[in-house]
């Protein structure tokens, strides 16, 4: 039994990479941007999937602007066999809930059967993506995935990340699961592979194709930095650091 | 230029006038989810409802569960609950996001709440998007300050720019950072309690095992002195000098994502932008480097100690007082002389 993996992903800027805020917002122009790690992760793991013919098909699928096209690229290169662009307008913002009904709407023609992305983007740290999409789509949810295992091509047991520690759970597919951390580490996508996935279907399609109005119904007014924490001092052993600690109060 | 007086006091009653508006919509009324375990409500609902006071006079509480009359006895004995809304069916037992939307859907719908409120925690994220979009609004994430009825603030890139923003939506479903809201008053309160509207409960998803941290130290969310472990501990085994430190302090233990990752500890002690965020009175970082990950998970505590061999680790850049030191020499020392 071999599924159809749907794997939305977004181009964000680099983990690595110090952002700036000017002018009230977060200036991105000519920093580096890669594909947010944890769909790197949710990807990863349908390319596995693939590998131990536990699913047939990896659908990379992305919300953005020309540029998106760079990261579904990666992921043709990393083992997704298609890739889709749903393409805005450069600096159109598109929020969870409107991203979550532009995957339902791709979805629902195209009838994956599991869906996994990661359980945030590091730009906007929303985490709400899946769980938005599964409620649209009345399906399962398993979020903070450390662990997945399909069974007999319908049903899938999933280990999550929750604040106590672990929790496991099954359920039935078509499910919609994000990844965790620790779900896998992800490949680098080596050149021959790079070369090939030029050769990989990639499809552009409009929020109007699919019936999506991708207009953000919450406004961001500005954005400043965080107060700036100022630390450095040193202190030279235990003992002055004992004693800088109670005339501190601190203990 | 000089201002008249009598635009002067214009000017500030009309930013009265808005302020009043803002806060206090004539027909706003809220509803906190409630997440609990084992008949205790977990710390960070109290943290929770005290941002959910700050959105409305009326708060309502929704406690669900398997058998929730413990916890909805203790729930109407907070001070800032006017009603409790009791589920009970073995449906809710594990907080199945399957189950608790359709739940908070019907109890919105029921009750006519315009603000949903729960904490940022895996529980809250877990359902509240689920059931916002359910009902076709967005939801805002990890709120740090309640600024109106519509107007939130919230961290950004790993906390590395701050979001002022404005929902526009007619029902606002907000999770808000437990360290950002002191937690509200648990006793004198005497609310009303009535059952929830019913919902669906025949879920397909099943729970299947947990396992879950047992401590009888604080729990790593909301205690006032964390010890921080990082990769520098080079083992689990030894963490119990970072146990140590944290007894003789009354706090509990942390750690950084490679601690975690490199099996040290389990990952519900993970300190970061993914993992838990804290705010502590006292925060000591040991043998961990100061990825802006980790930073974004604990750089609102009070007061930052670090101790590393490597004086370039960036960690030293947001610390109070850093000790460039044998973390194995350092921290038995530290306890001994606290």
Known sequence: ?251 | MFATRRSLLCARSQAVRGFRQAFSRRDASTLLLVEHKNATIAPSTLNALTAAQKLSPNVSALVAGASPDEVAKITAALPGVDKVIVAKHEAYEHGLPEAYAPLLVAAVKAGGFSHIVAAHSAFGKNVLPRAAAMLDVAQVADVIEIQGEDSFVRPIYAGNAIAHVKSKDAIKFITVRSTAFPPAATSGGSASTEDAPSAETNVSTQFVSEELSKSDRPELGSAKVVVGGGRGMKSGENFKILYDLADKLGGTVGASRAAVDSGFVPNDLQIGQTGKIIAPQLYIAVGISGAIQHLAGMKDSKTIVAINKDAEAPIFQVADYGLVADLFKAVPELTEKL
Do not use: C
């Open chain 1, 1 to 251: 039994m071999s599924l159809r993996v749907l794997v939305p992903i977004k181009r964000v800027v680099d983990y690595a990479v110090k952002i700036r805020v000017a002018n009230g917002r977060v200036d991105t122009a000519n920093l580096k941007h890669s594909m947010n790690p944890f769909d790197e992760i949710a990807l990863e793991e349908a390319v596995r999937m693939k590998e131990k013919k536990a699913a047939k098909e990896v659908i990379a699928f992305s919300v953005g602007p020309t540029k998106s096209q760079d990261v579904l690229r990666t992921a043709l290169a990393m083992g997704a066999d298609t890739a889709v662009h749903v393409e805005v307008a450069e600096g159109q913002e598109v929020q969870p809930l409107q991203v979550a009904k532009l995957i339902k709407a791709f979805a629902e023609k195209e009838k994956p059967e599991l869906v996994i992305l990661g359980k945030q983007a590091i730009d906007d740290d929303s985490s709400q993506t899946g769980q938005m999409l599964a409620g649209l789509l009345g399906w399962p949810q398993a979020t903070f995935a450390s662990k997945i295992e399909v069974k007999d091509g319908s049903k899938i047991t999933v280990t999550r990340e929750v604040d106590g520690g672990l929790e496991t759970i099954s359920a039935p597919l078509p499910a919609v699961v994000t990844a965790d951390l620790r779900l896998n580490e992800p490949r680098f996508a080596t050149l021959p592979n790079i070369m090939k996935a030029r050769k990989k279907p990639l499809t552009k399609l409009s929020p109007k194709d699919l019936g999506v109005d991708v207009t953000p119904t919450i406004e961001t007014v500005k954005v400043e930095e965080p107060p700036k924490r100022v630390g450095g001092a040193k202190v030279e052993s235990v003992d002055e650091l004992v004693a800088k600690l109670k005339a501190a109060g601190v203990v």
